[in-house]
């Protein structure tokens, strides 16, 4: 699999919702300084609650912007037999039947890709499975939690 095309359709995916938080902080922020949302009684919050909202929108927007700097920066490598998970790998993961497949990122969790026909879901290492899956190798059988419950899985490659 193509790792440094994954990579871009990552940084694609991220830049998509970035446009997306501009453009809301951008209305938000626009909705506060409203004339319309001025205050008309000391209950009226409107115009408080959109200058939150903006807020919120321009820290989550700078949020990305980490995360597309981090991917940017990140090294594609290629991990041989035996080599333990790290960022950067791409772990095919048996469980139940099915399999799944994860892109340990510097950030950005929860990110979903299609490449190569396969859905891919950017996790952290700092995610409960991102932990779970942090220094064990292709071949291993762990036994992992998945909310809340435990379940048999297989590690198919590491890549």
Do not use: C, W
């Amino acid at each position: 699999m193509n790792k440094r095309a994954l990579i871009r359709k990552i940084i694609a995916r991220l830049t998509d919702e970035l446009a997306v938080y501009f453009r809301a902080a951008n209305a938000s922020r626009a909705e506060a300084t409203h004339e319309q949302s001025r205050a008309e009684g000391k209950y009226d919050t409107r115009g408080l609650e959109a200058s939150y909202l903006a807020r919120g929108q321009s820290k989550q927007a700078a949020e990305i912007e980490s995360a597309i700097a981090e991917f940017e920066k990140l090294a594609v490598r290629k991990f041989g037999d035996g080599e333990a998970i790290d960022p950067g790998a791409l772990v095919e993961l048996e469980t139940g039947g099915e399999h799944s497949f994860y892109f340990i990122g510097p950030r950005a969790g929860g990110t979903e890709v299609v490449h190569e026909k396969r859905e891919i879901l950017v996790i952290t290492p700092q995610s409960p499975l991102g932990e779970q899956l942090m220094g064990r190798k292709q071949g291993d059988q762990p036994q992992l939690t998945f909310g809340g419950m435990k379940q048999a899985a297989k590690i198919l490659s590491v890549t």
